[in-house]
């Protein structure tokens, strides 16, 4: 049995739900996991049997939508791309995470009836054949974290060879590449990382998470294999020392990548519910950026004020347009006012941000 990542070695058993306890999946994991206790239950079995802990993994039978648009927000720039919705949380433990908001729970949660949602995907798919779809996993949870478990993207990409018009993306702060070789197109796969300041990393993101060398020397891995690859600094953090800090991994960018192996690279400040700021409170107490200068935007979230946030997006976007990113850049739920301010374009100078970035992934 090969051995796990730090990350997956707290789960201490599994439980299935008893209608995909025969799937592909679950007899996948029960071969990698075969050292913990497996157990079989009806879902009304689960919810009363006291087992909802961060430390179960449950392969589940899902019943909602698995294709769906991006929560977005009201009143700000939104990208308007599509979750395919594969499991809920994540055991990593990055203080800013809103799944802690989102869910009322921990549990390692996988939609183990994958025939459903192959179903569902290519009804989608095939009733709209001419036209594109930019679609990604790491919206409830990270697109690679249980991928050594479940081996879902992995037939996600294998799925979605057959419809050249889907681009999906792979959002991860972890490294796993077992994935690539299934792929038969790389134009049809972003792998993506999540990017911060080295601070950010070290204090934020804890569990086990890749470092930034590691998830650049995989994206560089990616670019030699012919993929593009995405890159998010989000959420940017306001905090002691951060022109620095943004400054090391920007320089870090150019040394791993070319500006032509990024397909677009994000900007989206810190932005909060009262939930999630009561989340982080409680759980990482030692954070103190959500004690920074907030406001409540049009959505009702909170968002550090304008001009620092502008502050901080003319810094990034210089030393970006330095090592030779431009239109890459975009803002992740951001106004206009702020976009003409920094970037001095608007989504709708090149036909909404919705177009430029399936522009952008489908290297239009
Ligand atoms: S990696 Fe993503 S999903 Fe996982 S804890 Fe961090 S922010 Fe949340």
């Known amino acids: 049995m090969r051995t796990l990542p730090a990350y997956l070695q707290g789960i201490s058993r599994v439980v299935v739900d008893a209608t995909v306890a025969n799937s592909v999946l679950a007899q996948r994991v029960r071969e990698r ?18 087992l ?18 991006c929560p977005g927000t009201s009143h700000y720039q939104c990208c308007g791309y599509q979750i395919i919705h594969i499991g809920e949380n994540c055991p990593l433990r990055c203080s800013y995470c809103i799944l802690q908001a989102y869910f009322q729970d921990r549990v390692l949660k996988v939609w183990a009836n994958q025939d459903d949602l192959w179903r569902e995907l290519d009804q989608a798919f095939s009733a709209h054949p001419g036209r594109r779809f930019r679609v990604g996993t790491g919206e409830f949870t990270d697109s ?3 991928e050594p478990l479940t081996g879902y993207s992995r037939d996600l990409v294998e799925f979605l060879a057959n419809y050249p018009q889907v681009c999906l993306e792979l959002k991860s702060k972890v490294v796993d590449l077992s994935w690539m070789d299934k792929v038969k197109d790389p134009r049809q796969v972003l792998p993506a990382w999540s990017m911060n300041a080295p601070f950010i990393v070290e ?30 600094f989000d959420p940017i953090i306001y905090f002691p020392g951060w022109q620095e800090g943004y400054a090391q991994t920007i320089a870090l960018i150019f040394e791993y990548l070319r500006p032509q192996d990024i397909a677009y690279l994000s900007l989206g400040s810190f932005r909060h519910m009262p939930d999630l700021r009561r989340c982080i409170q409680e759980n990482f107490p030692d954070s103190t950026y959500i004690y920074g200068e907030f406001i409540t935007g049009l959505d009702g979230k909170q968002r550090l004020l304008r001009p620092l946030r502008v502050e ?10 330095q ?3 431009d239109k890459q850049l975009y803002f992740c739920m951001e106004s206009d006012e702020v976009w003409r301010s920094v970037l001095g374009r608007t989504p709708k100078d090149f036909g909404g941000l919705y177009r430029y970035l399936m522009d952008r992934a489908f290297e239009k």
Do not use: M
């Open 33 to 50: 996991l075969g050292n913990l206790p497996w157990e079989v239950l009806a879902e009304d079995q689960f919810l009363a049997s006291g």
């Open 144 to 146: 690679l974290v249980l």
């Open 52 to 69: 909802a802990r961060e430390d179960i993994l449950y392969l589940k039978n899902y019943k909602g939508r698995f294709l769906r648009f």
């Open 203 to 232: 204090h934020e993101e804890e569990g086990q998470r890749a470092t930034l060398e590691e998830r650049l020397d995989a994206a560089k891995t990616c670019a030699q294999a012919g993929f593009r690859v995405c890159l998010h």
């Open 312 to 321: 901080q997006f003319q810094f990034l976007v210089t030393a970006l347009r």
């Open 323 to 325: 090592g030779g990113l």
